[in-house]
């Protein structure tokens, strides 16, 4: 059995604090100063970073480097780490490494299909699911061994988190897959852009019924519109996504030069709604390629400055 050193984003959850999180996606490329770049422009509104892995199975950067770049920074990285493309062995290795450079959050995905992605004849690996990811986190963690039953050297300390979306059909089963991750052992969730708050709501009304929101930490996802076209891109392209079509009128309503404006307002009043919600512990800002909003969107939110843990 292993000590556990809380990483930030635990300390801020723990003492009841709604947590901020956000995300920077890695560079086509191996400049850092691209990940440098957007951490400093959101550092100081945000609890933690999360670091994407080949989202949308394009190749880019891969996570772990650019989760170190932050650690070498001062900053809270959360690595996220994708089934897809690794095996057992690999996945337990890449942990390792995490690890080692003290990264202490991790969340685990099972990854978008590699159909999406610039490599579509790539061959998924898929060994493991994301809820198996979970549970080895959770042993490599807490009882200090690697699946196959030896001991590790100095095992990692990972706050471990998992994506939720309760949007996806069938909605009746949104619940009892998030019990089972929970079931797993994950301890903080990261939701879906939540742009149906009637629908978001019923999905933590069921969660409450089941006591879940008592055994796991909930943090609302939120993306800010851009245009009136991405708002009708993300309703009609994204699977798992439920934009109502009053959000996409409203939108298409306002000046194309004011759009981005309306946006932003959108998101703001949607965490001001979802902050009144009981089991909502925070929220993670998904500002794709528009890190520069961060700050605003949290001010707004009233949720700087951050709190010192």
Same mark, same amino acid.
């Given at each position: 059995?292993?000590?556990?050193? =809380?990483? @930030?984003?635990?300390?801020?959850? #723990? /003492?009841?604090?709604? *947590?901020?999180?956000? !995300?920077?996606?890695? +560079? %086509?490329?191996?400049?850092?100063?691209?990940?440098?770049?957007?951490?400093?422009?959101?550092?100081?509104?945000?609890?933690?970073?999360?670091?994407?892995?080949?989202?949308?199975?394009?190749?880019?950067?891969?996570?772990?480097?650019?989760?170190?770049?932050?650690?070498?920074?001062?900053?809270?990285?959360?690595?996220?780490?994708?089934?897809?493309?690794?095996?057992?062995?690999?996945?337990?290795?890449?942990?390792?490494?995490?690890?080692?450079?003290?990264?202490?959050?991790?969340?685990?995905?099972?990854?978008?299909?590699?159909?999406?992605?610039?490599?579509?004849?790539?061959?998924?690996?898929?060994?493991?699911?994301?809820?198996?990811?979970?549970?080895?986190?959770?042993?490599?963690?807490?009882?200090?061994?690697?699946?196959?039953?030896?001991?590790?050297?100095? =095992?990692? @300390?990972?706050?471990?988190?998992? #994506? /939720?979306?309760?949007? *996806?059909?069938?909605? !009746?089963?949104?619940? +009892? %897959?998030?019990?089972?991750?929970?079931?797993?052992?994950?301890?903080?969730?990261?939701?879906?852009?939540?742009?149906?708050?009637?629908?978001?709501?019923?999905?933590?009304?069921?969660?409450?019924?089941?006591?879940?929101?008592?055994?796991?930490?909930?943090?609302?996802?939120?993306?800010?519109?851009?245009?009136?076209?991405?708002?009708?891109?993300?309703?009609?392209?994204?699977?798992?996504?439920?934009?109502?079509?009053?959000?996409?009128?409203?939108?298409?309503?306002?000046?194309?030069?004011?759009?981005?404006?309306?946006?932003?307002?959108?998101?703001?009043?949607?965490?001001?709604?979802?902050?009144?919600?009981?089991?909502?512990?925070?929220?993670?800002?998904?500002?794709?390629?528009?890190?520069?909003?961060?700050?605003?969107?949290?001010?707004?939110?009233?949720?700087?400055?951050?709190?010192?843990?």
């Amino acid at each position: 059995m292993t000590v556990k050193t =809380p990483s @930030k984003l635990e300390k801020i959850l #723990a /003492a009841g604090h709604l *947590a901020v999180t956000s !995300e920077c996606g890695p +560079p %086509r490329g191996s400049d850092l100063e691209v990940i440098t770049k957007k951490a400093d422009m959101i550092k100081d509104f945000v609890d933690a970073i999360n670091i994407t892995d080949n989202q949308t199975s394009v190749t880019r950067m891969c996570s772990l480097a650019a989760c170190i770049q932050l650690k070498l920074m001062g900053l809270e990285p959360i690595l996220q780490m994708v089934t897809r493309d690794r095996n057992r062995i690999a996945l337990q290795s890449d942990i390792l490494g995490a690890a080692s450079f003290d990264i202490n959050n991790i969340l685990c995905l099972s990854g978008d299909h590699q159909s999406f992605g610039d490599c579509a004849q790539g061959q998924n690996v898929h060994d493991i699911d994301s809820m198996q990811l979970i549970q080895i986190v959770r042993y490599m963690r807490d009882e200090g061994k690697f699946i196959g039953g030896d001991d590790i050297a100095r =095992p990692p @300390k990972m706050f471990v988190g998992a #994506a /939720a979306n309760p949007f *996806a059909d069938p909605f !009746e089963i949104r619940v +009892p %897959r998030l019990a089972k991750k929970i079931e797993a052992g994950v301890e903080f969730i990261q939701t879906q852009c939540i742009y149906n708050l009637d629908k978001f709501e019923e999905w933590m009304k069921l969660a409450r019924e089941r006591g879940l929101n008592k055994k796991v930490h909930i943090l609302a996802g939120v993306t800010p519109f851009k245009s009136a076209g991405m708002a009708k891109y993300m309703k009609n392209r994204v699977p798992g996504m439920d934009v109502p079509d009053e959000l996409i009128k409203r939108m298409a309503d306002t000046p194309k030069e004011k759009q981005p404006e309306e946006g932003i307002n959108i998101c703001v009043e949607s965490m001001e709604r979802l902050k009144e919600i009981e089991g909502v512990r925070g929220f993670h800002i998904m500002a794709i390629e528009w890190e520069e909003k961060v700050p605003e969107i949290v001010e707004r939110a009233g949720l700087y400055p951050r709190p010192n843990v």
